[in-house]
């Protein structure tokens, strides 16, 4: 705290003046005190109010770094999980990929039985038509 350190010398009527004109008559405290006596009071009172603001930062801090932890390990659990639907999804890709290729060789195939059934049925036909 800072203390007032007067430059000047009191006046001299302030100190010829009794002892009992110098104090107060309900407190006994000297008014050339008192005055500093409340300031030091409201400065009192403000670094109450300042202590209990920081011991709930305190508290307040403990709680964040807590969530922050949950919230941190969440995030690991979710890249975790991401990584392996990534995989997942790359490897059902994959064999969606190889069914349509399998797909396009039956067509392929079943066009090449079709265009065959096709040409057995009209030598079949000719065939019947040249001897019957």
């Known amino acids: 705290m800072d203390r007032h350190i007067p430059v ?16 107060c008559k309900y ?10 006596f409340k300031a030091m009071e409201e400065k009192v009172k403000a670094m109450e109010k300042e202590m ?3 011991q709930g930062s305190v508290d307040r801090e403990k ?9 941190n390990q969440e995030l690991e659990q979710y890249k975790i999980d991401s990584k392996s639907k990534t995989e997942r999804i790359y490897d059902v890709g994959m064999q969606l990929k190889n069914q349509q290729n399998e797909f396009q060789k039956v ?3 079943l066009s090449h039985l079709q ?4 040409i057995k049925y009209r030598q079949s036909y000719i ?3 040249c001897f019957c």
């Open 27 to 36: 407190c006994g405290v000297s008014y050339l005190i008192l005055h500093e």
């Open 63 to 71: 709680r964040l770094q807590e969530k922050l932890h949950s919230l």
């Open 8 to 23: 000047h010398a009191l006046p001299e009527e302030i100190q010829k003046m009794l002892p009992e004109e110098k104090v």
């Open 115 to 118: 265009d065959e059934l096709k």
């Open 127 to 129: 065939f019947r038509l």
């Open 52 to 54: 209990k603001f920081y």
């Open 107 to 109: 067509e392929k195939q």
